[in-house]
């Protein structure tokens, strides 16, 4: 593999015709009075990458591929971007999509295309009040001075960011999971990656629905609820069976199909989940 995009996952010819990473500093102007103006760097500005992808028949559906990515454009989901190699390159929202129909049939079908997308970064809350605390240290108005008081009250997290972040967490770990099942080998590596994996989506998954049973929850009575439990089962089954492979290792016929199957199902009902919590997720990226 060489990246992945969300549940796109890129390899062979099926890859990045161009890759553009853009990041700027946000700097403010100051006036100051009978004195030039100073500037002061108030922020690192959110990532921007534009990437190209050529598609053919020959190695995929085109149609549905470009299906897939226009409706993760149109639900503003958040996509991680992942590397062949482990790396995790961040979270994106596809800001803009462009398609390029290079070659049709007769019949008007698509036989390859070249799609250009343009990603906007997006950055948890976590993230960014960790962000917000190093630059108040850091300016120059406080320097190294500490508050008089310190105030104990802490504002708690909106319910509809903490499942996003829930169930981005899940997608995470459902990636690497897909990761290390497309090329199982029930090598000790990659049942200890994916039993841990496993474990993280399982706890997400029953903190979902936990909140789905709570009455003051956004969640409340929603399919979120229903499709955690779904991803939990799968989860646990997949989890039992690299159990079955770790424990009877010099097998020399693991059950590899077993788990590529497991992964399957699971990569199906993430998905199913990621759909459930569309609105949610939306409402928590787009303030209204």
């Not at 008089?148 to 997608?171: D, M």
């Not at 693991?254 to 939306?282: C, H, M, W």
Request: proline share 3%; aromatic share 6%; charged share 20%.
């Amino acid at each position: 593999m060489f990246a992945q995009l969300g549940t796109t996952v890129f390899d062979g010819q099926k890859s990045f015709v161009s890759f553009n990473n853009e990041q700027e500093a946000i700097i403010v102007e100051h006036a100051l009075i009978g004195r030039r103006a100073q500037l002061q760097g108030a922020a690192i500005g959110l990532r921007n990458i534009n990437l190209t992808i050529f598609l053919h028949q020959e190695y995929c559906k085109v149609s549905q591929e470009i299906e897939k990515l226009r409706k993760s454009l149109n639900t503003f989901e958040i996509l991680p971007l992942l590397w062949g190699n482990g790396k995790i390159e961040g979270e994106f929202v596809i800001q803009s999509l462009s398609v390029t129909n290079q070659d049709m049939d007769a019949l008007g079908n698509i036989i390859a295309a070249e799609v250009s997308l343009s990603l906007k970064e997006n950055v948890s809350d976590d993230r960014v009040n960790q962000q917000e605390q190093e630059a108040k240290q850091n300016a120059f108005a406080v320097g190294d001075k500490k508050p008089p008081t310190k105030s104990n009250r802490i504002n708690p997290e909106k319910c509809n960011a903490k499942v996003s972040n829930i169930i981005s967490e899940i997608k995470s770990h459902a990636y690497q999971v897909d990761v290390h099942s497309l090329r199982y080998s029930s090598t000790p590596n990659d049942n200890s990656v994916i039993l841990k994996c496993l474990s993280i989506i399982f706890s997400g998954c029953q903190k979902l629905m936990d909140a789905s049973n709570d009455t003051t929850s956004c969640i409340y009575q929603t399919s979120v609820g229903p499709s955690a439990v779904k991803v939990q089962s799968r989860a646990k089954i997949m989890a039992d069976d690299v159990k079955a492979n770790q424990a009877d290792y010099l097998n020399p016929f693991p059950n590899i199909s077993g788990i590529k199957a497991d992964n399957y199902n699971l990569q199906t009902e993430v998905r199913v989940l990621q759909s459930s919590a569309n609105g949610i997720i939306q409402s928590s990226i787009v303030k209204k």
